[in-house]
């Protein structure tokens, strides 16, 4: 049976470039934002820690340097960045403040979670603010991160912070409500995969490539996302974001995908190393 979301610890949900950014205004989705920030409220009421990782930031920041929708180089993407994660930030502290609740923003590279003390360091960090009852705000250190040493897309980014924190749920924000049998968008006759128990070579195929210019993960990166959460004893979950109120919509059993974790998660150290990437 699908459980309930908040019958869940600790969970960390990760927000799509295009589910925050209304990328044709060059704006935050201010509605939604809002929206959402009432179903983290009625999370956290009912005793649930919650991270976030949010996507954004080049896609706010685009618009500031004129880059237009085109495919952007490295030094152009890092500019971007930098740009929108100040508009990204201010905007999650003021819909959050508006329910007392406190934000702080953590940026992240690959490195951090593949060196071990660094690793340690900021898993510490997570744990400090979470005991304070602060959300911490999750975007990759895109600025200073190069092709080699990126993760790329905030998929297997929540997914390795969810490993981290020994969160028991990861969600994944998206414009697709789940895992499908092939491309919804390209095939009519596409299944849709509500629970999913071990991620076989059949699963894996089901993905395909990124379909948006705005976000960076398609389903292949979920599915490695889904990987690296389950080995940590973290479900993982595919929904649609889009939408007002996602979180509420999930919990009164929006179609969705749900990675189930095995009953008995590798330990801490061995799953680290199991999550590495590189
Ligand atoms: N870190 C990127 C940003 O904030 C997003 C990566 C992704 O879309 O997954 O714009």
Wanted: proline fraction near 4%; glycine fraction near 6%; aromatic fraction near 4%.
């Amino acid at each position: 049976m699908i459980p309930a979301l908040s019958s869940m610890r600790r969970i960390v949900i990760k927000i799509g470039s295009s589910t925050i950014a209304d990328i044709d205004h060059a704006s935050v989705r201010t509605a939604w934002l809002e929206a959402f920030a009432e179903d983290i409220a009625a999370l956290r009421a009912k005793g649930c820690e919650v991270v976030l990782v949010s996507s954004g930031a080049v896609a706010l920041g685009r618009p500031i340097l004129k880059l237009g929708r085109k495919a952007l180089e490295l030094p152009e993407k890092q500019a971007a960045a930098a740009c929108g994660q100040i508009m990204l930030m201010a905007a999650w502290k003021h819909a959050l403040a508006a329910h007392h609740i406190h934000t702080a923003q953590l940026l992240v590279t690959l490195d951090d979670s593949e060196n071990r003390k660094r690793y340690l360091n900021v898993r510490n960090t997570f744990e400090t603010l979470l005991s304070h009852g602060i959300i911490p705000i999750v975007n990759e250190n895109d600025t200073v991160t190069t092709a080699e040493i990126r993760f790329g897309d905030n998929d297997r980014l929540a997914a390795r912070v969810a490993a981290m924190i020994s969160a028991d749920a990861c969600v994944l924000l998206s414009d697709i409500d789940g895992l499908y049998t092939k491309n919804p968008k390209l095939h009519a006759d596409a299944e849709h995969i509500a629970e999913i128990l071990a991620i076989s070579p059949e699963i894996e195929a089901m993905g395909e490539g990124p379909s948006s210019t705005t976000s960076h993960g398609g389903m292949t990166t979920k599915l490695i996302a889904a990987k690296i959460a389950t080995a940590a004893g973290c479900h993982l979950v595919i929904a649609q974001g889009d939408g007002l109120h996602p979180i509420a919509a999930l919990e009164n059993k929006a179609k969705a995908s749900w990675f189930y974790a095995p009953e008995s998660p590798l330990s801490a150290r061995k799953h680290w190393i199991a999550g590495a990437l590189q």
